[in-house]
């Protein structure tokens, strides 16, 4: 809006893919340092078209995943 009147904060996380890099943001003082009132994620999301963006409430895309790989050799 052309009425906007505060601050905006852009948060870029590292390790995000390993769920690493927000709980040391965190633990680090981020939110101390920087506070805020709200939190937008935004996440890449192939498919849509270029220059838009989508737009939830709640989790989306939220979802972690680890798979543990065995090599065994004869």
């Known amino acids: 809006t052309k009425n906007f ?6 948060i870029f996380q590292p390790g995000e893919e390993t769920m690493e ?4 943001m965190i633990a680090d003082g981020l939110f101390e340092r920087f ?5 937008y994620g935004m996440h890449n999301m192939p498919g849509l078209p270029f220059g838009k963006f989508h737009f939830c409430e709640n989790e989306m895309m939220a979802k972690f995943s680890s798979f543990r790989w ?4 004869r």
């Open 35 to 39: 506070p805020v009132d709200a939190v």
């Open 21 to 24: 890099g927000s709980p040391a």
């Open 5 to 10: 009147n505060g601050t905006v904060r852009l």
């Open 70 to 73: 065995r090599f065994y050799c």
